[in-house]
């Protein structure tokens, strides 16, 4: 029975753990499956969004209030210049955006740690929910329920925003078919530099509401962004329900898996990922009709 | 309009000699490659010590990048796994080297084939996919090494790696190779040994194959090649390639580590390769010595800055060098041929 | 007609592109062969010192420690070692073997250093192990440690061994715990060395281990799945190694989770050591660990050293810190006692002579195989002044003899 209890905090665990991760992951997934643009400065906006935590957060509800709107902006501003770098290179592939993508991630992290440092920085959530509950028998720190309940509101409106709304439609028509779409008279443009800015911002307040749970530093950029590739790859690339799927079973390999398999724990990640890939190599959910 | 037709007689001349030597433009000239030999083949004699170090890892990771363009340029398979068969060669090398014998060119053959033999199991795996689920595969068989080379303790020596490693003898009944400048030739023999195998391999009918693989699958795949077991052989070579720069590695620094196994290396392989211009064997080389130079030569007199260069790089070759370094040539060639038509002298 | 101007062209203008690439480094040669003898250091000018500490990646807080604690202690002597003028000469260590041995290799053979000093990484340590004795030179290393490293000639630490933290914690925790260990540590070589140390002296005492887990390294963020296991254990105590983010992650989870205050936390230094002091805040509060240096050590070269340090760089002293400060003593010492010319042959001939060194954490001298003989504390995380820090609480005996 106690064991029970044991790994099932570790569940919960996961759950926070993998709605974090599909924060982060599905701007990466809309970005590349919609707009076939690989960014793989993508951990980089995870860290804009928690330096802003880390820097504007003094544990009041305005803290965090202004850390999420600065953090945010700062994520479509930075997912527009993306857009507007990788724009002249829409021909060129998937290896030009990879190189030039992670140019910028390396030239921006290092202006990062130039200004908050080289070390880890942990950011505390507001002061109403530091402390823990009760759960099972567990003390449970409240941060991660709110988290995700949090997160899982914030899961539901993308699927409904691209999934189930006339915007959703329009976004996805403009993949399919771009000059069609633009032949119906819309700036095509607008609706890709808006698809990178939003699947940013995301990233970005993933980075702000997530800095307490991963709190940013050298390194975390490219294992943020690792995490978000395996996640959206296991998915399925562009499809919302895919990096939620995918967010939540990395969620459990990451906790429950080392939890039961301490020994493998070094290999169930990409274990895991190879496992999928190789049974499907599109991914659990691929996205509609497209490759 | 000037441009447009000068363009387009480069394109002619391109296809011609495309159709002439059977393999992409911008390959450098015989005059060229004289000269490249020449002064690589002086320069232990005009650098010092650490100078000539730092250019046999630059062959060493010129090498590398060429397995990794043998998949992403010549077979269309873009990698992140070659640090998984870099590192394979690299332990063999190792204990072979500890274990069994300092003879270089021994190690070179049994690490390669190592490295080939793990490479063909794996790559029943990863060649089942294309484009990005492929890159994923690699992917996450490099890092599968690399835990296993951190994991494995009793074999790698865990994560503070293996040392003591003997100096190389490169042939049986000589000496060991005490000086920097002797180990660089060494390397260099080995390299262009490999080099010109891999060279050979490309221009022959399997990589006529390959590249036609790479354009249109299901065209070759309708004359009746099978496809994916020239991809798992193309997959398997590549590996076997990896392992003897890994080899190569162990001669030159004599210790290896699950570094040597990392993200970082396989990304440094892949990022040579596009850097070089996709599928250009000499551009592979020159993108890996570029990436090399500004890595650990320039950059660790930075004062921590060298991924600060290292990125800006990155950028400036993305919008200067859209064909790689590979395309320098013809780029600089359009831009005389602008100035000649438009002010013939 | 003009596609065949057209390829002359080609071959005259690729030819110096091509060879630029491949030859940069030409260009920048100053000169020399590397086909000749050994280079020897000649005896004009200043002392050469290379300094190898990370100045990029995620070990550089702990090269910013040694850095600052080095060249304080060469500006408070004038700019002078043993009295000759010093030249130090910095290289980024970095993240890895591969850039600590790249970065080392410049300093060896191209800067042509009497003396090299820092090394954080183990890692970096093996892999420049062979060149540093084949190019004799000596290396006064002041943080990485492995264990293994013996049988050396020109390798000199002024840190601890690997082994030592948990060697000197073993039975101390084994007489003040009633009841099992549990072992918790960074799944690579550090970490199964402190581990190892730990029950070098922890099972003989009597102590009792209730079990041994090792975290993936690096990648481990979230401790909760090992954290949930140690609280439904019979576990009375924990030991556990980590350093710098994984340190700060794991003693704040610690906190969260509710183990903190119901199941003591016992660790090397390096879990509350710097920086990730200030991180962790009040979650590190009580937390015991073992050191070969506390900054609030009454002596009176320590309260001045500590006076110092803060004074110009705004934070305390950490063991990295006062360990590359002793480097400085150690070249110090040795530079003013060679006799005749200054070759790195001579140095390390004078740096194996070296006496006592009055450290600020006490004094010591270099053992046989070149690892000091020193103090170890027991230290536990208090408010002090409304700040958290280490407290030096008791001694726990001399090692390195």
Redesign the interface.
Known sequence: M??L???L??VV?GVA?GLLLFTLAVGLSLVFGMMDVLNLSHGTLYLVGAYAAYALSDGSWWGLVLAIIVGTAAGVLGGGVLAGMTLPLSKRGHLDQALLTLGVAFIAG?LF?EAF??????T?PPEALRG?VELLG????IYRLVFIAVAGILALAVYIAFERSTLGALVRATVADREMVHAMGVDTRKVLFGVFAVGAALAALGGTLGAPL??P???IDE?VLVLSLVVIVIGGLGSVRGALLGGLLIGQV???G??LL?DL??FLLFGAMLTVLVIKPAGLVPAGGRR | MTTQTTST??S??DL?RSLRFGARPGR??M??WA??VV??AA?????????????S??LVFGLLAISATLLTGVTGLPTLGQAAYFGVGAYTAAIVARDLTAIGPVQVVLAALMAAVVALFTGTLATRARGVPFLMITLAIGEIAH?AA??W?SITG????L???PRVIPLPGMDELR????V?YYVLVMAVIAYLLVRALVRSPFGLVLRGVRDNEPRMRAIGYPTGRYLLAGFTVAGGLAGAAGALLVSV???V?P??V?F??AAVALLAAIIGGVGSL?GA??GA??VV?V???I?????????LLVGAMFVAVVYLLPQG?AG??AQ??RR??WRRTEHPA | M??RT??T???R???P???S??????L?????????GE?DSDDDGPVRIGLLV?????Y??LG?DMKNAFEMYVDLNDGELGGREVEII???E?E????G???A??L???DDVHAVTGVVS??VM??I???VEGDEVPLVGSNAS?T?LVDVEYIWRTSYVNDEPGIALGEHVADAVDGPVYLIAA????G?DEIEGFKETFLPAGGEVEAT?Y????????F???L??I??SDAAAVFAFYA??AA??FV?QYD???LAGNIPLYAPGFLTEG??LD???SSAEDIYTSMNYSADLDTDVNNEFVEEYVERFDIEPTTYAVASYDAAAVLDQAIAAVDGDLTRESLNEAIGAVGEINSPRGPWRFNEGGTPIQTWYLRQVSEVDGELKNSAIDELGELGD
């Open positions: 106690d064991a209890a044991t790994n905090v570790t665990e753990f290092e740690f440092g080289h070390e880890v920085v942990p505390a823990s567990r003390p449970y720190p991963l709190a530093g050298p390194g294992r990451q906790t429950l080392v939890s301490p724990a070094p | 007689a480069g002619e001349v011609r450098p000239s005059v060229t000269v490249v002064l690589l320069a232990p004699f005009m650098l010092n010590n650490y100078q000539v170090s730092t250019l890892r630059m835990s951190t994991s303790s865990g994560s503070d790696g040392s003591g490693i000086l920097d400048g002797l660089y620094q004599r210790f580590s570094g040597d990392g970082s290396v000499p080389m020159a010595a570029l130079l890595r650990d030569y950059g660790t007199d930075l004062g921590g800055h060298g991924p370094l320098v040539g600089v060639r005389i041929r | 003009p596609a057209n390829i062209w080609t071959r203008t690729r030819l592109l091509i060879a690439c491949a030859l940069a480094l030409t920048t040669a100053c000169g020399g062969s590397s086909l000749g280079s990370p100045q990029s990646g995620i550089t807080a910013d910095l290289a980024d970095g890895t073997a591969d850039s041995q790249s970065a290799t410049k060896i053979k191209s183990s890692a093996n892999a192990k062979d060149m492995p293994d799944d690579y070589q550090a199964k887990v975290t993936p390294f690096p990648g481990t963020t979230n909760q799945p090992y949930a296991q609280q439904s710098g983010g700060v992650d704040k969260d989770y509710g920086g990730v991180a962790q805040g």
